[in-house]
């Protein structure tokens, strides 16, 4: 679980693959990091990405997100944690946010569809919790009440997984506001504050590593590196990825990772040099 360090290096390291989750998931070691932290594309996602399609084990060409119906899109998202399962160290957490969808005046059910889906499939469901956005955006919908709430699942491979009994007394409803997006990033972030305690509960430590397959501005990630753990992130956006790359870079040595190209990413203001 813990990576390698380069004599006199301090800081962690982190990689970053531009790359469809799924393909990239697949070329990681097995049981190589500690904790997943992550929040999927919201379904549904329209136009896509300006990238190649991947090829699901289904059959259908696209983009995560942009399946035609709900059922594909939690038949890939299982696909997807399939692979995490097996990248994720026996003793690690999953920690997966998601979205609600509405469709025709009706709930769809994503969270709770998804999770009896990937219990299916192999996972443990260890627990449900709520995080209550407290500044969340309004809601154009005027026959239904507001969202103001996304379901965060704690999935798990065994019974014999690591667990701080501190973070006991959190509780299971989380009541923290939505951050703005990072400068240059076109999505959200999660709360700082949400990652730390998914960290302290899981009790990861320094020098371990940390993923996350859909790694947005890098949020996970860096709050990760103050932790002085390692980090994989994935995202198929370029944009994305230079957001993050750039972020990354004053806390950590990143690398990025294209295809089969590999470049240190640089940072003047970190003095982040060649690997």
Do not use: K
Request: charged share 25%; proline share 8%; hydrophobic share 40%.
């Amino acid at each position: 679980m813990r990576r390698p360090t380069e004599p006199g290096e301090t800081r962690p390291r982190i990689t970053l693959y531009r790359g469809h989750a799924l393909e990239v998931l697949r070329q990681l070691p097995s049981d190589s990091v500690v904790a997943c932290i992550t929040s999927p594309p919201a379904w549904p996602v329209v136009g896509g990405y300006p990238v190649r399609p991947v090829v699901w084990p289904d059959g259908w060409r696209g983009h995560l997100g942009t399946e035609p119906d709900p059922e594909s899109y939690i038949s890939h998202l299982v696909a997807v944690f399939r692979e995490v399962r097996r990248v994720l160290h026996p003793r690690g957490i999953l920690w997966l946010s998601l979205v609600e969808t509405f469709r025709g005046r009706r709930t769809v059910g994503i969270p709770w569809r998804t999770a009896l889906a990937m219990v299916d499939d192999g996972w443990r469901l260890r627990q449900e919790l709520i995080w209550h956005l407290t500044n969340a955006p309004r809601d154009e919908a005027a026959d239904r009440f507001r969202r103001t709430h996304e379901h965060l699942l704690m999935f798990v491979r065994s019974s014999r997984y690591r667990f701080d009994a501190a973070a006991h007394r959190l509780g299971s409803l989380w009541v923290l506001p939505v951050p703005r997006s990072y400068p240059g990033s076109t999505f959200y972030n999660s709360p700082p504050e949400l990652v730390r305690r998914c960290l302290a509960a899981g009790a990861v430590r320094a020098g371990e590593a940390v993923l996350d397959p859909f790694v947005g501005s890098g949020t996970v990630l860096a709050v990760a590196a103050e932790r002085g753990c390692a980090g994989v992130g994935i995202e198929v956006n370029r944009r994305e990825i230079r957001v993050a790359a750039r972020r990354l870079a004053r806390v950590a040595r990143v690398e990025v990772v294209d295809g089969l190209v590999r470049r240190a990413v640089a940072s003047t203001s970190s003095g982040c040099g060649e690997n």
